[in-house]
């Protein structure tokens, strides 16, 4: 079965482009947000399988949002993405209880497979 | 001139009244009652007021001439006693302690004839409570029987209630208290002499003294009674306090002459210390608010059309209240001053303002370089936030335009490329390549410009980032936990990338070391390394271009780089509390 996916970062463009090479690698795309508070509640409603998480949000930093999601049972993996190069701060990646980090350009189906629960 | 009109009436008055005590004493039969020599009653009592007069016509402002005055009527009205006439009498009874309550108050009000401290006020009260009240009490239950207790017989029209116990406690008290009283003044006055200042010692001295030797003898009285003494023994200490109360304003006229002469003797001793060697001279308003006798003194300096203070503050003049210092012709400041030393010692204040005129001038400038330097350090902080801020802008305008699009591009070619085959395939992979190239470029660029992690998650993680991308191992040994101001932060991270830059491209090093402690309301950044050493910061353009930066934010910048000695690089940056 498909995997749902949550979009949530602040740049549109991004969204639509990630929404559609994603749905044509054979993800649903079941929302998007534009900001940590809406990111929190859409993944509430939807509880999508994988949400796609920005680091720099205009509300919330992308670390906390991770941490909230990922609090809770049952909860959505999280991949954290960013235009900018967060990689060297793993630790708080792996603090954040994000499954791993994404540079945007590299997003593609395979990479977030190879993230996948 | 209303006032002096006012005040020549009073002299009248007093002269009248003078007169009539004058007779009252001659004809009264009590005057030997108490071994007082009371002949001298309105002799003191004119002293008191011809000087007090004098005094408030000079400086009207000042209460010390008016407490004078009402000293020399309080002392007519307590000699009234030894008159016959009941209601003379018994005023002069009730009164008969006034007198003294008011020279305790002049000789704490000198020499500004105000209660300016609360342990004045305090002990003033103290005065006033056993010489008026416990007087009153004791008038309305006494009945002068014998030749007892210093009353002749005498009819009193006050009596009450006739209660002989009760007016012995009364005396007793009365007297304990005021001996009290008396002591505490005593210690108050002996303590303010030896804090003054030498020229106000000058001034001080006849007055205090004065003071003091009627203060000491008007214990010693009290006491004897208490202890019972002889009549000899009292009548003795009797007459000495009373000379010693007939020098006190003659000590106050004294005072004023001596302060007069003083302040001239003060501004020639200004003078020769202008001249002084810089490491001897006291601060200029100092030496003038000494020599003038004026501690609320203060200067006042001529820049462009304003007058400002010390500190660079604007500052109004008040007419009459302040001296203009002028050199060459042209006018370079005030003094600021009580407006009651324009009208007494003119010619001091015309003597000072020309001898300080060249010091004014020098202080003058002095204010106005400190206060250029300041908005010069200001300025140069702005324009270090300013490049700041332009940094951090730049950066999420690349971010949020350049690279985003960069990156729909990505994904588009992804997309595209998974549809694509043959050479089409490889024409799209070529162009990918091209445009990760691009994008990396680009993020280096941006990185350059201002880091993203220090802005949003601080030095920590922004140290970190810089020492794993480092060319040799290094150890973050510390780094402040809590946010620092952002201007603290950047050029504590600036100094380390440029400072990780130069150990990897010139020290040889094989570790380096980076500490950033907070401590004392500064912040001191530090990178060691093990490397060659010998590195010279006023040969690299980076190196100061750091200390620039340490200095804009009124920090110190240091490098340390003995040959094979390895380098440390070290700014300490204030930072608040």
Same mark, same amino acid.
């Given at each position: ?117 | ?194 804090? *003054? ?102 200067? *006042? ?17 008040? *007419? ?60 140069? *902080? ?196």
């Amino acid at each position: 079965m498909a995997l749902s996916v949550l979009i949530v970062d602040d740049h549109p463009t991004f969204r639509a482009s990630a929404r559609r090479l994603l749905e044509a690698e054979g993800y649903v795309v079941v929302g998007e947000a534009g900001d940590g508070v809406g990111g929190l509640a859409a993944a509430g409603v939807l509880a999508p399988d994988l949400v796609l998480l920005d680091v720099a949000l205009p509300d919330l930093d992308g670390f906390e949002v991770a941490r909230r999601l990922t609090a809770a049972p049952g909860a959505p993996a999280v991949v954290l993405t960013s235009s900018r190069d967060w990689s060297e701060i793993g630790d708080l990646v792996a603090r954040s209880g994000a499954r791993g980090f994404v540079s945007k350009d590299d997003l593609s189906g395979a990479v977030l497979a190879a993230l996948e629960p | 001139m209303t006032l002096r009109r006012g005040l020549w009436a009073i002299g009248l008055v007093a002269l009248i009244a003078g007169g009539i005590l004058f007779a009252i004493i001659a004809e009264s039969p009590y005057t030997d009652d108490r071994g007082q020599l009371n002949e001298l009653a309105p002799v003191i009592a004119w002293s008191f007021v011809g000087t007090g007069l004098w005094a408030w016509a000079r400086r009207p402002e000042n209460r010390t001439g008016a407490l004078m005055v009402a000293i020399g009527f309080g002392w007519m009205l307590a000699t009234l006693i030894v008159a016959q006439t009941p209601a003379l009498y018994i005023t002069g009874w009730v009164l008969y302690l006034l007198p003294y309550a008011l020279l305790i108050h002049l000789l704490l009000a000198f020499p500004s004839g105000r209660l300016e401290r609360r342990l004045d006020r305090v002990l003033v009260t103290g005065a006033y409570v056993p010489c008026l009240l416990l007087q009153a009490a004791q008038v309305v239950v006494f009945q002068p029987v014998d030749p007892c207790c210093g009353l002749a017989r005498r009819e009193n029209p006050l009596l009450i209630t006739r209660d002989d116990g009760l007016f012995d406690a009364l005396v007793l008290g009365q007297s304990v208290f005021s001996i009290l009283a008396l002591v505490a003044l005593t210690v108050v006055l002996t303590s303010r002499f030896r804090a *003054a200042s030498e020229t106000q010692r000058r001034a001080l001295t006849p007055v205090l003294g004065a003071g003091v030797v009627m203060t000491v003898s008007l214990i010693l009285t009290l006491t004897a009674d208490l202890i019972l003494a002889s009549d000899d023994v009292e009548a003795i200490v009797d007459l000495i306090g009373r000379l010693a109360i007939l020098c006190v304003p003659f000590g106050f006229l004294a005072g004023l002459a001596r302060s007069r002469l003083s302040r001239a003797v003060a501004v020639s001793e200004l003078v020769e210390r202008l001249g002084a060697r810089s490491e001897q001279r006291r601060p200029l308003r100092d030496a003038l608010a000494d020599a003038l006798g004026d501690p609320s003194l203060s200067l *006042a300096f001529d820049v462009g059309d304003r007058h400002v203070d010390a500190e660079g503050r604007t500052v109004a003049l008040v *007419a009459g209240a302040h001296t203009p210092v002028e050199r060459e012709g042209r006018r370079v400041g005030a003094i600021v001053h009580d407006p009651a030393l324009a009208e007494e010692e003119p010619a001091a204040l015309r003597a000072a303002a020309g001898a300080v005129a060249l010091s004014l001038e020098n202080e003058r400038l002095e204010a106005e370089l400190r206060a250029r330097i300041g908005e010069l350090q200001r300025s140069r *902080a702005r324009m270090v936030e300013a490049e700041d801020a332009g940094r951090r802008r730049l950066e999420r305008d690349l971010h949020d335009g350049a690279q985003q699009r960069l990156v729909a591009l990505a994904l588009t070619l992804r997309l595209a490329r998974g549809k694509a085959e043959g050479a089409l395939a490889e024409l799209l992979d070529e162009a990918a390549a091209e445009l990760q190239q691009a994008t990396n470029e680009l993020r280096e660029l941006a990185r350059g410009i201002h880091p993203a992690v220090l802005t949003d998650l601080g030095l920590g993680p922004a140290i970190g980032v810089l020492a794993s991308r480092a060319a040799v191992p290094v150890e973050v040994a510390e780094v402040p936990a809590d946010r620092l101001p952002a201007p603290v932060e950047s050029a504590a991270y600036f100094l380390v990338a440029e400072a990780l830059t130069n150990v990897s491209r010139y020290a040889s090093a094989s570790w380096a070391e980076v500490r950033i402690a907070r401590a004392n309301g500064s912040v001191t950044v530090q990178v060691s390394d093990d490397g060659v050493g010998g590195a010279d910061p006023a040969i690299g353009s980076g190196l100061r271009g750091l200390a620039d930066r340490a200095a804009a934010l009124d920090g110190s910048f240091g490098v340390w780089s003995p040959p094979g000695g390895g380098t440390t690089v070290r700014a300490v940056l204030p930072c608040g509390s």
